[in-house]
């Protein structure tokens, strides 16, 4: 996994709350099996109208936002299904950091295992970013997200700290395969499926068998 | 003093460190759509599937619900997805139900179902509507592609505890109202993001008073509260319905296990960190109106104004759903002309839902040009339905009656609405382009689904049952 340190990039605002996995990737794009791709159908509810035409209002249709590897949300983002394929969409199209006001758990514990950063800050600083974001000569101008600092600095100079979960902290700063740290414990996870298996003998007859 | 999360919590922890732990998990029900890059996951890195006898795959949300779909799946990529799950399950050893064995059905209708779910137990899908088997006391929640395989590779995943929600309805449900009409006011009360940090315990007479399938329904949207699971203490209506299932124990073990379970419940006087009290008597049959399930109000309200929203971010969001769903600001919500009907999903595919609408149904028609699709939830529910003669009352009224899958819930196989279509749905979405681009969903219960097939527009469902009760009087 791609470690995340410091990003420096272009800040998309998407302020609407409640935006669901649906809408990140609708379910017609699930059918891969590939993790890659995925780009090309996010937001697509959005992005076009009903007769495929590209929606000039959609933030992701402009120029200025081309690119951009941060997107500032509405709260509740990622909320719904837990298709992870939202967050592979989402790093396809470049984006590897999402800020807003509060996050879905599925979608947020799918975020960490992708290199994708979600920040969490309250309604009224969102709110400033995504106006940032979004209005005068500020607009399309770089933030830089700082993991290690724990900061963003928006493109008019100001600096926003942030409170992030330590373990997440630490698994996206190293780009660790945390299956490969859970089969370190692979003596604890034994000892667990025995003492278990002690607590609760009647499990013995509880077998089903499908083949 | 312990809630039931905390005693399920307790109970998987293998390893913690402070707020981190590695939490056992005890079934592993695993679909076509989420899977096949977890089993390539796995494939590259030489890890074999740590226990497969804690893992059951089926096929549900890809599958036709046409009655030819074992001769020919025309969606080349649909077929592949199916193939490839096949394949995984044949070279990692883990036990599969093919989509033409009659056990085949949704994922969360046949776990209960085979009695693969039990009490006390944790289970993890990559689906987020795992939240269902909440219903029988289990700890059990929706995980992405990573963490399916993360479970394949070791059967435990790292997690952090999340906070305990208790949603309280001590009074009856009334007659006549369902399951599906109190998940629906819950997820209205709580909100879409109220539940988001918690495991929810549902507690009180109005769900107490529920049967298992009931249940099922409610813990299933727990989710669409934002809740990271849904639970319910298990009881004497549990223990009955797992009694005698393919997976549960047997015998003197199934005895021991019971005693076992009682223990679950939560301790008196434990305390959550966030309560929610409803009055049941206070609810009528429930319809959705917007593309967020919170959208859901009583059937004898109006379309709201989105000026009367007072969060400016909720004023947006009402805004922007009425112009997609194509509705007027004070419009009565009885009486909305609708397109299409489908009865069924992991929310109301189960035979108490079948049978919900078949009352209303039975002997009446469908009004002209109303599209119904009736798709069971498993293939045991088909046949006990069609046992029942349930199927000759649906295909009598007009309806379509097909093979089990996840259909018209999410749109992946060709069971989709047309861009515009206004559709009464007893599913757990409205988003956006959920049910097909472009197509409008209200959720309702599969009775209120019945009564907008007979009528094509969105009906309050007590007018027919009172109906009944006179002519049986």
């Given at each position: 996994?791609?470690?995340?340190?410091?990003?420096?990039?272009?800040?998309?605002?998407?302020?609407?709350?409640?935006?669901?996995?649906?809408?990140?990737?609708?379910?017609?794009?699930?059918?891969?099996?590939?993790?890659?791709?995925?780009?090309?159908?996010?937001?697509?509810?959005?992005?076009?109208?009903?007769?495929?035409?590209?929606?000039?209002?959609?933030?992701?249709?402009?120029?200025?936002?081309?690119?951009?590897?941060?997107?500032?949300?509405?709260?509740?983002?990622?909320?719904?299904?837990?298709?992870?394929?939202?967050?592979?969409?989402?790093?396809?199209?470049?984006?590897?950091?999402?800020?807003?006001?509060?996050?879905?758990?599925?979608?947020?514990?799918?975020?960490?295992?992708?290199?994708?950063?979600?920040?969490?800050?309250?309604?009224?600083?969102?709110?400033?970013?995504?106006?940032?974001?979004?209005?005068?000569?500020t607009a399309g101008g770089l933030f830089t997200v700082d993991l290690e600092r724990q900061c963003i600095t928006t493109p008019d100079g100001g600096v926003v700290p942030f409170a992030v979960d330590a373990a997440k902290r630490g698994k996206l700063?190293?780009?660790?395969?945390?299956?490969?740290?859970?089969?370190?414990?692979?003596?604890?996870?034994?000892?667990?499926?025995?003492?278990?298996?002690?607590?609760?003998?009647?499990?013995?007859?509880?077998?089903?068998?499908?083949? | 003093?312990?809630?039931?999360?905390?005693?399920?919590?307790?109970?998987?922890?293998?390893?913690?460190?402070?707020?981190?732990?590695?939490?056992?998990?005890?079934?592993?029900?695993?679909?076509?759509?989420?899977?096949?890059?977890?089993?390539?996951?796995?494939?590259?890195?030489?890890?074999?599937?740590?226990?497969?006898?804690?893992?059951?795959?089926?096929?549900?949300?890809?599958?036709?619900?046409?009655?030819?779909?074992?001769?020919?799946?025309?969606?080349?990529?649909?077929?592949?997805?199916?193939?490839?799950?096949?394949?995984?399950?044949?070279?990692?050893?883990?036990?599969?139900?093919?989509?033409?064995?009659?056990?085949?059905?949704?994922?969360?209708?046949?776990?209960?179902?085979?009695?693969?779910?039990?009490?006390?137990?944790?289970?993890?899908?990559?689906?987020?509507?795992?939240?269902?088997?909440?219903?029988?006391?289990?700890?059990?929640?929706?995980?992405?592609?990573?963490?399916?395989?993360?479970?394949?590779?070791?059967?435990?995943?790292?997690?952090?505890?999340?906070?305990?929600?208790?949603?309280?309805?001590?009074?009856?449900?009334?007659?006549?109202?369902?399951?599906?009409?109190?998940?629906?006011?819950?997820?209205?009360?709580?909100?879409?993001?109220?539940?988001?940090?918690?495991?929810?315990?549902?507690?009180?007479?109005?769900?107490?008073?529920?049967?298992?399938?009931?249940?099922?329904?409610?813990?299933?949207?727990?989710?669409?509260?934002?809740?990271?699971?849904?639970?319910?203490?298990?009881?004497?209506?549990?223990?009955?319905?797992?009694?005698?299932?393919?997976?549960?124990?047997?015998?003197?073990?199934?005895?021991?296990?019971?005693?076992?379970?009682?223990?679950?419940?939560?301790?008196?006087?434990?305390?959550?960190?966030?309560?929610?009290?409803?009055?049941?008597?206070?609810?009528?049959?429930?319809?959705?109106?917007?593309?967020?399930?919170?959208?859901?109000?009583?059937?004898?309200?109006?379309?709201?104004?989105?000026?009367?929203?007072?969060?400016?971010?909720?004023?947006?969001?009402?805004?922007?759903?009425?112009?997609?769903?194509?509705?007027?600001?004070?419009?009565?919500?009885?009486?909305?002309?609708?397109?299409?009907?489908?009865?069924?999903?992991?929310?109301?595919?189960?035979?108490?839902?079948?049978?919900?609408?078949?009352?209303?149904?039975?002997?009446?028609?469908?009004?002209?040009?109303?599209?119904?699709?009736?798709?069971?939830?498993?293939?045991?529910?088909?046949?006990?339905?069609?046992?029942?003669?349930?199927?000759?009352?649906?295909?009598?009224?007009?309806?379509?009656w097909r093979e089990p899958g996840c259909s018209m819930c999410l749109g992946m196989n060709p069971d989709v609405l047309k861009p515009g279509e206004r559709c009464a749905a007893t599913s757990n979405r409205n988003f956006v382009g959920r049910q097909g681009p472009g197509g409008r969903t209200h959720l309702v219960s599969p009775a209120m689904a019945a009564a907008a097939a007979l009528t094509g527009r969105l009906t309050d469902v007590r007018k027919?049952?009172?109906?009944?009760?006179?002519?049986?009087?």
């Open positions: 996994m791609e470690k995340f340190l410091s990003l420096t990039a272009v800040a998309v605002p998407l302020p609407m709350i409640n935006v669901d996995t649906d809408i990140i990737i609708p379910a017609r794009a699930l059918k891969t099996t590939a993790r890659d791709g995925l780009g090309t159908l996010a937001f697509h509810a959005l992005r076009f109208d009903g007769e495929g035409n590209a929606r000039e209002v959609c933030v992701f249709n402009q120029a200025r936002y081309r690119g951009a590897g941060i997107l500032i949300a509405g709260a509740n983002f990622g909320c719904g299904s837990s298709r992870e394929h939202a967050a592979w969409a989402l790093r396809d199209m470049g984006v590897r950091c999402v800020i807003a006001p509060s996050f879905a758990d599925i979608f947020a514990s799918n975020c960490v295992k992708n290199g994708l950063l979600c920040v969490t800050l309250p309604q009224a600083t969102v709110d400033a970013l995504a106006r940032l974001a979004a209005e005068g000569n700063m190293a780009g660790l395969d945390d299956i490969g740290a859970t089969l370190a414990r692979a003596g604890e996870i034994e000892a667990f499926e025995q003492r278990r298996g002690r607590a609760e003998p009647w499990r013995a007859s509880a077998r089903l068998d499908v083949v | 003093m312990k809630t039931l999360y905390d005693k399920l919590w307790d109970r998987h922890v293998v390893w913690a460190d402070g707020a981190e732990a590695l939490l056992y998990i005890d079934l592993h029900l695993v679909h076509e759509v989420t899977s096949p890059q977890a089993f390539a996951g796995l494939r590259g890195a030489g890890r074999p599937v740590r226990a497969p006898s804690r893992t059951l795959a089926v096929p549900d949300h890809n599958v036709p619900t046409t009655p030819d779909r074992s001769h020919a799946i025309k969606d080349a990529e649909g077929r592949r997805q199916l193939e490839a799950l096949a394949a995984n399950c044949r070279e990692f050893g883990v036990p599969y139900i093919p989509m033409d064995d009659m056990r085949q059905g949704i994922v969360h209708v046949i776990g209960p179902e085979l009695g693969a779910t039990m009490p006390g137990m944790t289970i993890v899908c990559g689906d987020s509507h795992t939240s269902t088997h909440g219903a029988f006391g289990a700890l059990a929640f929706g995980i992405g592609t990573s963490e399916v395989e993360h479970v394949l590779a070791t059967q435990c995943l790292p997690m952090r505890k999340s906070l305990n929600m208790a949603v309280i309805a001590e009074d009856p449900l009334p007659p006549g109202l369902t399951a599906k009409d109190l998940a629906l006011a819950v997820t209205a009360k709580v909100g879409a993001a109220g539940g988001v940090g918690h495991v929810i315990e549902y507690r009180g007479a109005a769900f107490t008073g529920l049967s298992m399938e009931g249940r099922m329904t409610v813990c299933n949207m727990a989710i669409e509260a934002g809740a990271r699971a849904g639970l319910m203490a298990p009881d004497e209506t549990t223990f009955a319905y797992v009694h005698g299932r393919a997976g549960a124990p047997r015998g003197a073990d199934f005895d021991r296990a019971v005693e076992d379970w009682r223990s679950l419940a939560t301790d008196a006087g434990a305390a959550y960190d966030k309560e929610v009290v409803l009055t049941a008597a206070d609810l009528a049959p429930q319809v959705t109106w917007g593309t967020s399930p919170e959208d859901a109000l009583p059937i004898t309200g109006r379309v709201p104004d989105p000026d009367s929203f007072a969060d400016p971010d909720k004023r947006a969001a009402a805004k922007a759903s009425l112009d997609y769903m194509g509705l007027t600001p004070g419009t009565p919500l009885n009486g909305i002309v609708i397109d299409k009907v489908f009865l069924g999903s992991c929310t109301n595919g189960r035979i108490e839902d079948l049978r919900a609408a078949a009352a209303v149904l039975r002997g009446r028609k469908i009004a002209a040009g109303v599209g119904m699709l009736v798709v069971p939830g498993s293939g045991q529910v088909k046949a006990a339905a069609e046992r029942e003669g349930l199927d000759a009352v649906f295909r009598a009224a007009g309806a379509e027919f049952t009172q109906v009944h009760e006179w002519k049986n009087s």
